[in-house]
């Protein structure tokens, strides 16, 4: 049993971001980040666009952002918390800057701000096209200089110990050791992540298969809004499955870049006033017709008119890989198809990111704070992680640790030999869950399809369980149950929704 006063899971901005601060606040107390990959490997990492944040106060103003996130949000976003997160945006970027995250700069010296589908202006803070991994760069230099955070790699957090609706830490595999460890806390931050890798077509890392979601949900958390699958028009379309999709950033249609159909067609002035720039769900929804329609396997990117030495200044990532794969965007238009990119919903928290359940927080992706509503405004997920780590950490600052928690009695993870499961079944029925989420619970779902998918993930989760009681614990198949957990979950709140709203579409015939 390992006691520590501050647990947090996940090493993504939400995560590190707040341990920076806790750590700060309280440079007598314990705080243990356990991840379960190397620390550098998130979500965040991979965030190209940048931060939504309001930095030019004479074209942009705190107002045109609330009401672009609220549009973008099709009526479900909660309007204060709206309010509350744009309106912090600029303190929390000049923290990010004082830690040592550079953004860039015009001519003027003043920030380069980029423009994003849904956005009525140019406000998105960005480090070329790399801003994610800037973010981490800076904040995991800051969290080596804690002498009071301890980070420990390659955990992976398996359950949350709780009793009578209170946290008292979790249990984690330590994949080097196969140890399963007992971590005793005061407080638990779940700031997990995200889901991408249910779908397997997806943006996301394969650390994002929605754990501390499922953890929480086990522990009778509250969670809402997981029928809000978020999918990005423009992943790279490279005709491979079971790997991650690389992003070509929505930033590149802000600089000016056209979609168009296989035939040069700029379809998305058919489908909304906005063009290329009309907010993500309604591009991923139309692309997804088109293609429907024309039975192609992609739609197309066309940068060719645009200067290309400035492209190169502001993409040079995207300008790399497209040229690695035989895409030369002064001649090429890129093939691109939509991709799961992000889940607006997950763990309820209030404005102080506290879930339902006393003691434990969650923050970042895995949280539903009721910023994004229906559909995420894009560039507004690292700025809502920046926001609510500042609110937790202001929370608890204030918070005296309860000496009657050291008391309680937290049993170990019961341990018996077992045999070991063949990693090629596990992997074989990912797959096969996959498919089912692609097929049953995609851009456009129908209740037949949705129930079928509900009846076959039951049986699943029998299995599962059934493996993960009589096999010896991994990462792996751990990660399944998480899975399979949290596709019961976006299936569910499918077939419970009747209205189509944001990212949301059902069409029963
Ligand atoms: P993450 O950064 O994903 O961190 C999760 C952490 O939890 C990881 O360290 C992971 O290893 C760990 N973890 C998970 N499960 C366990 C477990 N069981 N045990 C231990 N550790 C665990 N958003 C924007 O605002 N702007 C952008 O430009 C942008 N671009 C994006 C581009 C891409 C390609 C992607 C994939 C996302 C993008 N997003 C963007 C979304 C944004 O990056 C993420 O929503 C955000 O970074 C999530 O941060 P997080 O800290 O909540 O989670
Ligand atoms: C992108 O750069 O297109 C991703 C931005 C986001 O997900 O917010």
């Known amino acids: 049993m390992i006691k520590t006063n501050y647990l947090i899971i996940g090493s993504g901005v939400a995560g590190l971001t707040f341990a920076i601060k ?38 942009d103003s705190y107002q045109k952002h609330i009401e672009d996130t609220l549009i973008c949000g099709d009526g479900l976003c909660n309007e204060e918390v709206v309010k509350m997160v744009v309106t912090e945006g600029p303190k929390r970027l000049k923290e990010l800057i004082e830690w040592g995250a550079k953004f860039d700069k015009n001519t003027k010296g003043t920030l380069d701000l980029g423009k994003e589908g849904g956005h009525s202006e140019n406000r998105v803070v960005h ?26 790699d390659h955990y992976f957090a398996l359950d949350l110990i709780t009793d009578n609706n209170c946290c008292y830490g979790a249990y984690a595999l330590n994949e080097k050791t196969n140890e399963i460890l007992t971590y005793k806390s005061d407080f638990t931050l779940l700031a997990t992540g995200g889901i991408g890798h249910l779908y397997g077509h997806t943006t996301n890392p394969i650390i994002a298969t929605g754990d501390g ?12 809004d997981m029928e809000f699958i978020q999918f990005h028009p423009t992943a790279l379309y490279e005709n491979k499955s079971g790997s ?39 591009v991923s929804q139309s692309i997804d017709l088109e293609l429907k329609k024309s039975g192609d396997d992609c739609v197309y990117l066309d940068c060719t008119h645009l200067n290309l030495e400035e492209f190169m200044k502001h993409f040079p990532m995207i300008y790399k890989r497209c040229k690695n794969v035989g895409i030369d965007i002064a001649k090429d238009w890129i093939p691109v198809v939509p991709a799961q990119h992000y889940l607006c919903g997950g763990i ?70 077992k045999p070991m499961i063949d990693p090629k079944y596990i992997s074989e029925f990912k797959s096969k869950l996959q498919l089912l989420m692609r097929q049953n619970a995609g851009i456009v779902r129908n209740d037949a399809d949705l129930l079928k998918a509900k009846d076959q993930l039951s049986k699943w989760q029998i299995e599962i369980d059934s493996i993960c009681r009589n096999y010896q614990i991994t990462k792996a198949s751990y990660e399944l149950k998480n899975m399979i ?22 069409i029963n015939i």
């Open 213 to 224: 979601i499922a953890m929480a949900y086990r522990a009778h958390a509250t969670i809402k």
């Open 348 to 417: 309820v928290v209030d404005k102080n990111g506290k879930t339902s359940i006393d003691n434990l927080f969650a923050c970042g992706e895995c949280s539903q704070t009721g910023l994004h509503g229906a559909n995420r405004l894009a560039s507004n997920s690292l700025l809502e992680a920046l926001v609510y780590s500042d609110k937790i950490y202001e929370y608890l600052a204030h918070q005296p640790i309860n000496e009657s928690n050291s008391k309680i009695t937290v049993s170990d993870w019961e341990r018996i030999e």
């Open 244 to 282: 991650s999709s690389f992003l070509i950033s929505e930033a590149v249609r802000g600089f000016g870049a056209y979609l168009r159909t296989k035939n040069g067609h700029r379809f998305m002035l058919d489908y909304d006033s906005r063009g290329d720039l009309a907010s993500r769900d309604i």
């Open 127 to 152: 480090h070329k096209d790399q801003t994610g991994q800037e973010i981490q760069r800076a904040i995991l230099d800051q969290v080596s200089h804690k002498e009071n955070i301890t980070v420990l």
């Open 22 to 59: 806790i750590a700060e606040q309280f440079p007598n107390k314990k705080i243990t980040i356990i991840t379960k990959s190397n620390a550098g490997e998130s979500n965040t990492k991979y965030a190209q666009g940048g931060i939504a944040i309001v930095t030019d106060k004479i074209e």
């Open 485 to 506: 957990a949290i596709g019961t979950l976006i299936v569910q709140q499918s077939i419970e929704r009747n209205e189509n709203r944001g990212g949301f579409v059902k």
